[in-house]
């Protein structure tokens, strides 16, 4: 089975911090995604990668960064914390695709509570 | 914003069919319909997806209109772990284009089906 795995499924840290969240796939899947999500809002996409070491901005990458130096792991990195920022955040991959239909797997979710 | 429009939510009795509907009255000829279900305290998971013909598949059926403004997902025999937020989504085919955001997967706020004893 695919696997999709996040750090930490709860993670509490104060405003002003610098956060990592990492995110490990085992399907040698070539796209990685991080989306945060919010009641009443969805998922929205806040940055996705296609290839080691290159990244696109999604919907909302304002206060967020992101880390692929190695094909199986996504990192989002919170640079400086802020309580907007308190959310579920979901990692999920996919095959790249040359125009054909794949399907993105989806991480268990971190809740992150700034404070 | 999401291209689809769901109900914000639905009962379904268990062991009955649930069928959860979506508009995608914008849908272009490139976009295929994609659903994935959401469980509580998890990520989502893909269902089925579908261009333009019917699909079936372990989970589900996809049942599109002909002008594929619309489409209806059914789980022909409802359990209680199908209580979940089910998502319809619209995108090109394939999840991201070399060098490009084509294909990514937009959810808007889906329907909550409860699958009630």
């Known amino acids: 089975d695919v696997k999709v795995t996040q750090s930490s499924r709860y993670l509490v840290k104060r405003t002003g911090e610098k956060v990592f969240l990492e995110c490990v796939q085992d399907?040698?899947?070539?796209?990685m995604f991080w989306y945060r999500q919010d009641p009443g809002l969805g998922l929205r996409l806040i940055y996705f990668?296609?290839?080691?070491?290159?990244?696109e901005k999604g919907d909302i990458p304002e206060g967020y960064s992101v880390s692929r130096e190695k094909k199986e792991r996504f990192s989002l990195i919170l640079e400086s914390a802020s309580t907007n920022q308190t959310s579920m955040y979901l990692c999920?991959?996919?095959?790249?695709?040359?125009?054909?239909?794949?399907?993105?797997?989806f991480g268990p979710g971190t809740r992150l509570t700034v404070l | 914003d999401a291209k689809t429009t769901q109900p914000p939510s639905m009962d379904c009795a268990e062991g009955r069919a649930a069928n959860l509907p979506c508009n995608h009255s914008?849908?272009?000829?490139?976009?295929?319909v994609y659903w994935y279900r959401q469980i509580h305290s998890q990520g989502p998971q893909y269902i089925i997806h579908?261009?333009?013909n019917n699909e079936t598949n372990e989970m589900a059926s996809l049942i599109i209109t002909e002008d594929r403004k619309s489409s209806t997902l059914i789980l022909p025999h409802a359990t209680l772990r199908d209580t979940a937020v089910y998502y319809c989504?619209?995108?090109?085919?394939?999840?991201?284009?070399?060098?490009?955001?084509?294909?990514?997967?937009?959810f808007g706020k889906g329907t909550k089906l409860s699958v009630k004893p």
């Open positions: 990668s296609y290839d080691v070491k290159m990244k």
């Open positions: 914008t849908i272009s000829g490139n976009e295929y």
């Open positions: 989504i619209v995108s090109p085919r394939g999840g991201v284009n070399y060098g490009g955001s084509q294909g990514n997967l937009i």
């Open positions: 579908g261009l333009k």
């Open positions: 399907m040698d899947h070539e796209n």
């Open positions: 999920a991959s996919s095959l790249r695709t040359s125009g054909y239909y794949n399907e993105q797997f």
